[in-house]
């Protein structure tokens, strides 16, 4: 298993910040979830026209994989317009992690309101996530949607992939968002190793009424029993680190969560 971390955690930095801190603390990859005070980065020139190329270069030059491309679309919608301009930016997405070689683009689901059953939102996703795959599947890439919203456990998700049924599209595990739910994570893991792509980490405490990040090790999530299960399972891939200081600036600075990650994801790997 390999180590990232989403530029969620340093909001402030530059493109070239971000790959010479990755390439400084020891990390292996970035999942670009926003650059330079901008969230979405289709709307800077790093990520549009000839910025493209160069931005591939620069990953390239350090040996830093782009681990991913993270839209915010929410591929289940029940108003028309809203599923029109998340689909459109889900589109966008995928066009731009093929020209920039990025191998996932994430989305959601979103939120199920309380006049559709589960059952009717399951089969509305999927029959989104099936059209987004194969646009996906023409650029070489995997649309993932992320345990988050109203598909937040396992049991849901995976009935989401079962339907979709597309080689182009999977899953993130978010591992914190999912234990909080009490399912169990070993019952979580198996219900979506078959589609799992991209694990996201990050540790935290539960007050009853929502998760308080902490650093590793700091927290109640069990992060060594995850890396366990996921290594049984055989899952090589990438373990990207969620510090969500865009959604919380008050939390330390990256300079001090990203090296502290480091050091305990390499303790528990060790």
């Known amino acids: 298993m390999k180590l990232a971390f989403s ?15 990755a ?17 979405d980065i289709r709307r800077l020139p790093d990520f549009s026209g000839d910025g493209v190329v160069r931005s591939r270069a620069l990953f390239e030059a350090a040996g830093i994989d782009i681990v991913s491309v993270d839209s915010s679309s929410r591929l289940f919608q029940v108003e028309a317009n809203e599923l029109r301009s998340s689909i459109g930016e889900a589109e966008e997405y995928v066009a731009l992690a093929g020209r920039i070689k990025a191998p996932l683009v994430r989305v959601f689901g979103g939120y199920i309101p309380e006049d559709v059953t589960l059952d009717e939102a399951v089969a509305r996703f999927a029959h989104n996530l099936r059209q987004l795959g194969d646009l996906a599947q023409k650029m ?10 109203s598909f937040l ?10 339907q979709t049924d597309h080689e182009s599209v999977g899953v993130v595990w978010d591992v914190s968002n999912c234990y909080w739910t009490g399912e169990p994570i070993e019952r979580t893991a198996a219900l979506l190793a078959p589609f799992l792509k991209l694990v996201h980490i990050k540790d935290s405490v539960f007050d009853g009424r929502q998760a308080h990040l902490r650093f590793i090790g700091d927290g109640d999530v069990p992060i060594r029993d995850v890396l366990m299960i996921l290594s049984d399972l055989g899952y090589d891939g990438y373990l990207s680190y969620e510090w969500e200081k865009v959604w919380q600036p008050d939390l330390p600075e990256p300079e001090e ?14």
């Open 7 to 21: 530029t969620l955690g340093c909001p402030g930095w530059s493109l070239e910040q971000v790959i010479a801190a």
């Open 23 to 39: 390439k400084r603390y020891g990390f292996e990859g970035v999942e670009l979830r926003g650059i330079a005070g901008e969230l």
């Open 140 to 149: 070489g890439v995997v649309v993932a949607s992320e345990t988050h919203d």
């Open 153 to 162: 456990t396992g049991r849901v998700l995976s009935e989401v992939m079962k």
């Open 257 to 270: 969560a990203f090296p502290q990650y480091i050091e305990m994801m390499r303790e528990y790997m060790g």
